[in-house]
């Protein structure tokens, strides 16, 4: 795609969103870019400052370990965000519906600089609210979803083809199905039993399967690796919404847990970090909510018809997305 219509999709589809949110009486809060918490599950990148100076930066490029080739010397690190999922929890305590544009750092692990689907450096439009009902989440996330996309359909300019007039228009077909984690794997021809998630593969055969976005829910101890609700049947309140004609994944949330012991204990069965602060803030604060967040440039990529992701980095981006 052109620079100049990377440029227009992204800010048609910004300006859809953020009318929809707006319209369902979503309130915009500021991201924080730096946080000393450590996100459950989370695979951080780090942000070092100096004491009123840069760090010191060592190259060196003859070492044989990859994280032993630059070497840094600061005052003081922060984790750099990968969603905003705690923050905009903690918004709650004093707002009733919260979103974001949160700009996100995720490591691009093996395989997936060839998904089409990944980058380094990404935007999450972060939204949550007070609930506790699954049902109440899938609901109004489609009306955001049709909302943005029926803005888009009727903006009278030149950006539209015939294909993204279809990709479009399949957002406003609904209800949007509705399939179990097991249901899933039974679709690809996967084990039903297994605790691992989709592969790359198996998302672009199921997401192949389906003329409109679809839910995939009910997930199993194992297979994620953030922290959510247990249900009756022993099993998680976490969802993803899938795009049909094989683009797959667009947004993942879940409902949160009720408690701080909660937050503990799922945190030390991830083998990852307890986020004391979080798991101390649910038991004062009470708040219970679910949310998601949705991929900005899965969603441009899928309302403009693009092939791979990478053909939607704006000219102005000099960082490692350049690099996959």
């Known amino acids: 795609m052109n620079h100049d219509k990377v440029y227009v999709w992204t800010g048609l589809v910004l300006q859809a969103l953020r009318q929809s949110l707006t319209e369902l009486e979503f309130i915009e809060i500021t991201p924080a870019i730096l ?14 400052l100096g004491a009123k100076q840069l760090p010191v930066i060592t190259e060196n490029s003859d070492a ?6 630059i070497m840094i010397k600061g005052n003081s690190f922060y984790y750099l965000p990968v969603s905003h999922v705690v923050e905009k929890q903690m918004a709650l305590e ?7 544009l949160a700009p996100c750092v995720r490591l691009v692990m093996d395989g997936e600089e060839i998904s089409g689907k990944h980058l380094y450096t990404f935007f999450q439009v972060e939204i949550e609210w007070h609930t506790q009902d699954m049902q109440e989440v899938f609901y109004l996330a489609e009306k955001i979803i049709i909302k943005a996309a029926q803005s888009l359909l009727d903006k009278s300019d030149n950006t539209q083809t015939n294909l993204s007039y279809k990709n479009l228009k399949s957002l406003t077909l609904i209800p949007y199905p509705k399939i179990t984690f097991t249901d ?7 084990d039903p039993n297994r605790t691992q998630d ?33 249900n009756t049947e ?21 409902v949160r847990p009720e408690s701080g012991q909660e937050i503990i204990r799922q945190s030390q069965m991830l083998g990852k970090a307890i986020h004391a602060e979080y798991a101390e803030w649910k038991d004062r604060s009470k708040v219970q909510s679910a949310g998601f967040g949705i991929g900005l440039e899965r969603f441009i990529r899928f309302c403009a018809e693009v092939e791979s992701i990478l053909d939607i980095i704006p000219y102005h981006d000099a960082g490692p997305n350049t690099s996959i």
């Open 64 to 69: 044989e370990i990859d994280n032993e080739k």
């Open 94 to 100: 004093y707002l009733s519906k919260v979103y974001c």
């Open 198 to 230: 989709l592969s790359s593969e198996e998302d672009l055969l199921l997401s192949k399967q389906f003329d409109r976005p679809f839910w995939i829910y009910n997930y199993p101890p194992g297979v994620r690796d953030s922290i959510y609700q247990k």
């Open 234 to 254: 022993g099993k998680y309140d976490t969802y993803d919404l899938m795009l049909p004609f094989g683009y797959g994944e667009l947004a993942t949330g879940g």
């Open 184 to 190: 899933a794997l039974l679709m690809v021809d996967a």
């Open 35 to 48: 946080s000393k918490r450590f996100e459950p599950g989370a695979r951080h990148s780090i942000g070092i």
